[in-house]
């Protein structure tokens, strides 16, 4: 069932801060190194955030530091004997980017018992801004184990609200899309609105600003798995 609702590149971004998991949302913060390092940004920032997913089934962290268009993540799932890994390392340059992702993955063999896969998978991207639309991209390439995937992104910004729009077409699972709303109540709160038909998932949160000090807060709700939380931080 966990390999079922997670494919390999997380339809679920794991920061309450990314919508409904929208890639653009990440921009300029330590979480675009995971799918995205094209959106990494030049000041030094870290995020941190924890995510309990349908009624405790899941058990989601991410920690995640960028400095000068470079950036580093690690990314967990983890569910009784299931855990999911994700070493990230990411670098931008103008309106591209690179990046390297290690994933070692506690899985099922034919015989029944559990063993250890390593999957490397390499990242490219870009992205375009033309006032006030962003477009972004996002291939993942992991040779012959049929993992492969894009990622394909659109957002539309305004003075009172931000619109976020992905595409993610990965093998093996059927075309997805995410929506997100980024809602501008005050200089000071962000509120966050979104769907994600991937896994059926509605969410709604709050964004609080303080200076260079985010805090963020993510409920989500799941037709039959129940409903999950996320917190983070982020400077």
Not at 75 to 103: C, Q, V
Not at 163 to 169: S, T
């Amino acid at each position: 069932m966990i390999i079922t609702i997670f494919n390999f590149i997380s339809p679920l971004l794991p920061s309450p801060f990314s919508l409904s998991s929208n890639s653009l949302s990440t921009f300029s913060r330590p979480e675009a190194v995971l799918y995205s390092p094209q959106l990494l940004g030049k000041h030094l920032s870290f995020e941190f955030s924890y995510s309990s997913d349908f009624s405790n089934i899941l058990n989601r962290y991410f920690f995640g530091i960028q400095f000068y268009y470079f950036g580093f993540g690690w990314y967990s799932i983890k569910a009784d004997e299931f855990f999911e890994n994700l070493i990230a390392f990411g670098l931008s340059y103008k309106n591209l980017g690179i990046g390297i992702n290690l994933e070692p993955q506690n899985v099922l063999n034919s015989s029944g018992n559990m063993e250890t896969k390593f999957y490397l998978r390499g990242i490219l991207g870009f992205y375009k801004y033309i006032q006030p639309f962003w477009f972004s991209g996002s291939i993942l390439y992991e040779g012959n184990e049929g993992r492969n995937a894009g990622i394909f992104s659109f957002r539309y910004s305004s003075k009172n609200y931000d619109i976020f729009i992905d595409a993610l077409l990965e093998e093996n699972y059927p075309l997805s899309y995410a929506i997100g709303s980024l809602i501008k109540l005050h200089r000071n709160v962000n509120l966050i609105l979104g769907y994600n038909t991937s896994n059926m998932i509605f969410n709604a949160g709050i964004i609080i600003l303080s200076q260079k000090l985010k805090l963020a807060y993510q409920f989500k709700t799941h037709p039959f798995l129940g409903n999950s939380n996320s917190v983070g931080i982020s400077y």
